[in-house]
């Protein structure tokens, strides 16, 4: 079977090897002149299956309520007359729910759980290297109120599968020396003992490379302008290359990772996923006291604030901001970041050598994404991943190669059924 990925971010580049491990012949499409240069780029560094419970949970209308006004909120709803946004955001709304970010939170967990696993096998399987730790991740909480409710989210992350411990500041601080500064005002946190992290950008470029070596031809700097259909069957897709020449590539199944850009892709064919851009932000610096930086991966949860150690640097990652497409970087958003660098990790980095960056997570109001059958004969959907892209990367592979060749995949996971 030939197969024809679009995208070769996370999604599409995981999607590929898993697919050629099953024996297909598989091409990936993307515009950019290399694999992971968009959405997985510069993401926070978390392998994070201790975080399932989706955005929109309970809590999150009053949270957003609480930050409105504030261009460093941690999550930024910009009012467009856009009726995509409107249309996500009640959507989003309707998520909240008890019943409904319980069935998601469950959904998440249990690919979460599945996608680690693969990675760990293809890690061993192959060798590969990005920077990874597997330190866990400390989620760290600075009031009582939060402290107080660590036993009950730890009782329902083993409910689902996810092994965890709660700390004390003390116990942190042994965990991570790096925290003493902050220790003071720490109340408690989690610690998320099946939690990685990594650069997921390096991880993309070396899983390309070995899929290329198993025989995946990638076409890079090449727009896909639309899909192709013949006498109403779906035959591949018309395409233009880097010098506005155009052409068709065809193929048998046609795999959809084009994350954001997803919906608007298949809108000509009539289908409308429940997709929105959620930009995110990010600064890198270089590590200029390795006593200074943390080792381990570290959430702070009050600010929705992550932080990686890859290699010699030092990743800040956070904040979700809807505004449509929009790619220009607001040095609000990006400053917050870096106050938060500068006040737990004073020392620790050289600030006049940071990297920022922005980039479009493709969320789905549940934060739940689109995997299998797309209800259109031969096209198939891996995308609408959200913050947990990196997460849910080697799980989302897997399931969509085995949908691909007629398998049944193995996580307790809604996959979209052929209509």
Not at 149 to 158: F, G
Request: with cysteine; hydrophobic share 45%; aromatic share 6%.
């Amino acid at each position: 079977m030939e197969v024809l990925v679009i995208g070769a971010g996370l999604a599409g580049v995981t999607s590929a090897w898993y697919l050629a491990q099953a024996g297909c012949k598989v091409t990936v499409v993307d515009r950019q002149p290399g694999p992971g240069l968009e959405t997985s780029f510069a993401n926070g560094g978390q392998i994070s299956v201790s975080h399932p419970e989706p955005w929109a949970n309970p809590s999150a209308p009053g949270t957003i309520l609480r930050w409105l006004g504030r261009e460093d909120a941690p999550l930024l709803f910009r009012i467009r007359a856009d009726a995509a946004q409107w249309r996500w955001g009640l959507s989003f709304l309707r998520e909240c729910l008890p019943r409904r970010a319980a069935r998601n939170t469950a959904a998440v967990a249990s690919l979460a759980l599945y996608s680690r696993h693969q990675l760990r096998a293809l890690r061993q399987e192959t060798g590969i290297r990005y920077e990874s730790r597997e330190g866990g991740i400390l989620h760290l909480f600075e009031t009582p109120a939060e402290a107080a409710r660590l036993p009950e989210r730890l009782e329902a992350l083993q409910a689902l599968g996810i092994e965890g411990r709660i700390l004390s500041p003390d116990e942190a601080v042994a965990v991570e020396p790096a925290l003493a500064a902050i220790g003071p005002r720490l109340a408690g946190a989690l610690h998320g003992l099946d939690d990685e992290s990594g650069n997921a950008h390096l991880f993309c470029r070396g899983l390309a490379t070995l899929a290329a070596d198993a025989g995946v031809r990638f076409a890079f700097g090449v727009r896909v302008n639309k899909f192709d259909v013949v006498h109403g069957s779906l035959a591949g897709v018309r395409v233009f290359d880097e010098a506005d020449r155009s052409g068709v590539m065809r193929a048998d199944a046609i795999v959809l990772a084009a994350g954001s850009y997803s919906a608007e892709l298949v809108r000509p064919l009539g289908l409308k996923l429940p997709i929105y851009p959620v930009k995110g932000y990010s600064i890198t610096a270089p590590i200029i006291d390795r006593s200074l930086a943390p080792r381990v991966s570290l959430t702070d949860e009050s600010r929705r604030v992550v932080c990686s150690r890859l290699g010699q640097h030092l990743r800040v990652a956070g904040t979700a901001e809807l505004n449509g497409f929009d790619l220009s970087p607001r040095p609000e958003r990006s400053a917050a970041l870096v106050r938060w660098l500068e006040e737990h990790f004073p020392g620790a980095v050289d600030l006049d050598q940071i990297e920022h960056w922005c980039g479009l997570r493709p969320a789905t109001p549940s934060n739940v994404p689109l995997i299998g059958p797309s209800g259109i004969d031969k096209l198939y959907l891996n995308t609408g991943h959200g913050t947990l892209g990196w997460t849910l990367a080697c799980g989302s592979g897997r399931a969509i190669a085995d949908i691909v060749a007629g398998r049944q995949p193995e996580p307790a996971f809604p996959f979209l059924k052929p209509r």
